[in-house]
Every structure is written in structure tokens, then in C-alpha cells.
């Protein structure tokens, strides 16, 4: 009994903390337009995106990079001017797919896989949209923090194959299509990763 109730208890604290990181902090507007990005993204790109929360502040911080969160295209998934089209893990809300404006105000970056054809593409996309719903691994996630603030934290850590943070997503997304990043180290991969990782290439500079 004392043992559920703990867990319970945990559980609501982890939600707590991971409503307060998810929340917005004001932050100055990239110049451009991110719809315009739509005419240069093909299924299977990778966005890179600065965040507008407390979570993307601190990931900025303790990565030393102007990226904090990494999403990927999988092309529209409903018939609309602004449809759901890009995949995401998000801390407070799990897998799911938003729409291009859902980045409106941020510096963005396209990566794109190099050496994928169409099936590898639709493989890649199927897998992604095959996982909207599944929630975001807290524990992935805070053993990473441990690890760049330097405090003890496990040894390795376990990929998921149910929970994910936003780059583990990807990880195990390019891995089915037989296109692994780091792969010695892909437990430990974090947004700006995705920007100098071999077999990608930028595919556009952002306005500073």
C-alpha cells in the first residue's frame, strides 16, 4: 500500500514538473517567415528549433546550443492550409503531430538525411506516425540532465522502446530505416546532434 502511494505521489509530482517546464517564457522573434520552410522540406527532414520554454532554456544551457528540440517532417496528415506535418516528442504531451506554425517565432533548421529513397521515407514516416501517443520518458530525459550538470548518473541508458524524448525519437526512428546517428553513442543524443552528425547535411541557414 505505502509502496502505490509513493508511486502515486511520484507520478503527480514528475506531471507537475513537467507542466511547469512545458510552459512558454517570453522570448525576442526570429525574423522569417517558418511556413515559408514548407517549400524546402521533404519527408524525413529533421527540424531544428530553438523552443520558446522553460524546458528549451535549459536544454540551451546545459548543451551550449542554440537548439533545443528536434522534430521530424512526415508530410501532411489531414487536407488543410496549415495540416499537421511534423512529428514530435513534447515533455508535457508525449508523441504527437503538429502543424509547421507550431514553430512560428523560431529560428529553425532543416537537416536532411542523405542517401534515403522514397521507401526508406515512408517506412521512416509510417514508424513515426505509428508512435503518436506514446508518452515522453522523464527518466531518459533527467538522467541526461544529471549527466551534463556532471552528477552521478547511471552508467548507460536505456532507449525505450515506448517512451521517448524529442531526440531519442529520431534515434530509433533513422534506426528502422537502417540510418543511425552516433550510433555508439545513441543514448546520449541530444537536438544539436542531429546538426554535424554524418550522413545529414544542412539544408538551410537561419536569419540570425
Given at each position: 500500500m505505502k509502496a502505490s502511494v509513493l508511486s502515486r505521489t511520484g507520478g503527480r509530482v514528475a506531471d507537475a514538473l513537467a507542466r511547469f517546464l512545458a510552459e512558454p517564457i517570453s522570448r525576442?522573434?526570429?525574423?522569417?517567415?517558418?511556413l515559408a520552410l514548407s517549400a524546402l522540406?521533404?519527408?524525413g527532414d529533421v527540424l531544428l528549433t530553438e523552443g520558446n520554454t522553460r524546458a528549451a532554456a535549459l536544454v540551451r544551457r546545459l548543451t551550449r546550443s542554440p537548439w533545443a528540440h528536434v522534430s521530424i517532417y512526415v508530410g501532411p496528415l489531414q487536407a488543410a492550409s496549415d495540416p499537421p506535418c511534423i512529428v514530435?516528442?513534447?515533455?508535457?504531451?508525449?508523441?504527437?503531430?503538429v502543424p509547421l506554425s507550431q514553430f512560428k517565432g523560431q529560428r529553425a533548421r532543416i537537416v536532411r538525411p542523405l542517401g534515403l529513397n522514397e521507401t526508406d521515407r515512408q517506412r521512416l514516416a509510417d514508424w513515426l506516425?505509428?508512435?503518436i501517443g506514446d508518452p515522453y520518458d522523464l527518466v531518459h530525459a533527467w538522467a541526461l540532465c544529471r549527466w551534463f550538470l556532471r552528477l552521478p548518473a547511471p552508467r548507460t541508458i536505456v532507449l525505450d522502446a515506448k517512451r521517448f524524448i524529442c531526440s531519442s525519437l529520431l534515434v530509433q526512428a533513422f534506426l528502422v530505416v537502417g540510418h543511425p546517428i552516433a550510433a555508439s553513442q545513441a543514448r546520449s543524443v541530444v537536438p544539436r546532434d542531429f546538426e554535424s552528425a554524418a550522413g545529414f547535411e544542412v539544408v538551410n541557414v537561419p536569419p540570425a
Open positions: 525576442p522573434a526570429a525574423t522569417g517567415d517558418v522540406l521533404r519527408p514530435e516528442a513534447g515533455i508535457s504531451v508525449g508523441v504527437r503531430a506516425v505509428g508512435h
